[in-house]
């Protein structure tokens, strides 16, 4: 079976100002009469859209995440869609004067559907697919564009809350030594400066132990919460619903595939294509860690007198002791001293899919692992492995197709053991050690 995929995009309009009657003079789809008074609720703009898509994540699995952007383009020809500067809707008498309604609110002409003074930044956007949200930011811009045959066309840039991170500046405060990284995390959102509602978090509370440390008045909340999550090896990202994530390095340790990907039509979806990385994008011979007011931990793998000296160096990490950069130096060398060609992105056309299926590829999120199978030009066998998500991308024409693109990284190639670990540390399961 198959279905066009269900996209809808919603703009959190603040209505309190808008007089009811003018919703009524338009398709009673716009907004379906519901929660037209009381400040910002979701209004569906998904008629005038024509272009939408998303991007959040990373590409290589060593990278620190980017900021989650949505773009979305509409037909703006009825002017729909026009700031207060470029156009004024509000209805005035005789005299000039604006003419209010019994509540004393602006009465508008039906350009003013979308409320006086909303197209603006700031806006709650969230982007759905195949009744899936994908995305959950805000407008962080809108733009124009006027054509010599009379063609109008708006669209606005959507950023979620790690552009927030981004924006704000500590007050300068000293942390405490010996805590978890999740820990740390926390405190950074529980800052007043900070002041990030625990309800949008999902934070791990993390493996590595930091050390004390100084965080001078004016330095970047988002900096420093990357640097955390380095200091965890672990994953910082906002995630579809649009909670602030944190990940521990345990997460994706033994991972469960989430659903499988093929070639051959088998599976939830089929690929219709996939990128291979040369070797030599992540492959390192010597892995050097080194933390703040420590020594630099060196560890130079088998592989260098094969391929010579490959250095992947990480610095200024917040972690409280040598042997916890030892460890970590001696867990890269480990999984990026062999040079391999390794599944590094695919695409998924969702159309052909039945809605079940086009459900369960939009639901996907980053750090979660799907199986691929698929079989390379070539070679006499397929290849099944699992992969971790690291990137997703939407990409919705209402003239063409609905477009998933993942980047991934390689699963373990087995699963890992740690030492004391109730999950991970079960003897006779494992053969390669995490930490």
């Known amino acids: 079976m198959t279905a066009l995929v269900d996209v809808k995009v919603e703009v959190f309009f603040d ?18 009469g519901v929660g037209i008074l009381g400040g910002p609720v979701p209004v569906d ?48 008498d005789e005299f000039g004067e604006p003419l209010l309604d019994g509540a004393g609110r602006p009465l508008f002409t039906e350009l003013g559907v979308f409320g006086y003074g909303n197209i603006k930044p700031g806006r709650r956007v969230r982007i759905s697919a195949a009744g899936v949200v994908v995305f959950d930011g805000h407008v962080d811009d809108w733009n124009y564009s006027f054509g010599s045959d009379l063609s109008a066309d708006a669209g606005f840039v959507a950023v979620d809350d790690l552009a927030i991170l981004a924006r704000q500046s500590f007050t300068e405060w000293t942390t405490s030594e010996g805590q978890t990284s999740g820990a740390r995390l926390t405190d950074v959102l529980d800052r007043a400066e900070v002041a990030y509602p625990a309800a949008g978090r999902d934070i791990d509370e993390g493996l590595s132990l930091l050390q004390g440390d100084y965080v001078s008045h004016g330095s970047n909340v988002r900096d420093y919460a990357t640097l955390i999550a380095d200091s965890e090896l672990g994953r910082l990202f906002v995630s579809r619903l649009g909670a602030l994530t944190f990940q521990s390095r345990h997460r994706v340790a033994n991972p469960v595939s989430v659903l499988t990907v ?62 916890q950069s030892f460890q970590m130096a001696t867990f890269l060398a480990n999984n990026y001293s062999t040079p391999v060609a390794r599944l590094s992105s ?90």
């Open 45 to 92: 703009i998904t008629q005038y859209t024509y272009s939408v898509s998303v991007s959040r994540g990373r590409s290589r699995a060593l990278d620190d995440m980017e900021t989650g952007t949505c773009s979305v383009r509409v037909r703006n020809h009825a002017g729909y869609f026009l700031p207060t500067e470029l156009s004024d809707v509000r209805i005035f």
């Open 262 to 323: 093929t070639d051959n039509g088998t599976g939830t979806a089929a690929m219709s294509g996939v990128g291979v990385s040369s070797s030599t994008e992540q492959f390192y011979t010597r892995v050097s860690v080194d933390r703040e007011t420590g020594i630099a931990q060196t560890v130079n793998a088998a592989s260098q007198e094969e391929f010579g000296v490959r250095t992947l160096s990480i610095t200024g990490l917040l972690l409280s002791t040598d042997e």
């Open 346 to 435: 695919m695409s998924i056309i969702l159309d052909p899919l039945s809605p079940v299926n086009q459900a369960l590829i939009a639901s996907l999120d980053l750090g979660q692992a799907i199986t691929a199978t698929w079989t390379p030009r070539g070679a006499l066998e397929p290849v099944t492995a699992k992969h971790i998500v690291e990137g997703i991308d939407h990409d919705h024409d209402v003239d063409g197709l609905h477009i998933v693109r993942l980047s991934l990284s390689p699963g373990p190639l087995l699963s890992v053991f740690v030492l004391d670990d109730a999950v991970l540390g079960v003897l006779d399961s494992s053969a390669v050690l995490a930490f």
């Open 15 to 32: 209505m309190t100002d808008v007089t009811p009657a003018v919703f009524f003079t338009l398709d009673s789809d716009v907004l379906d």
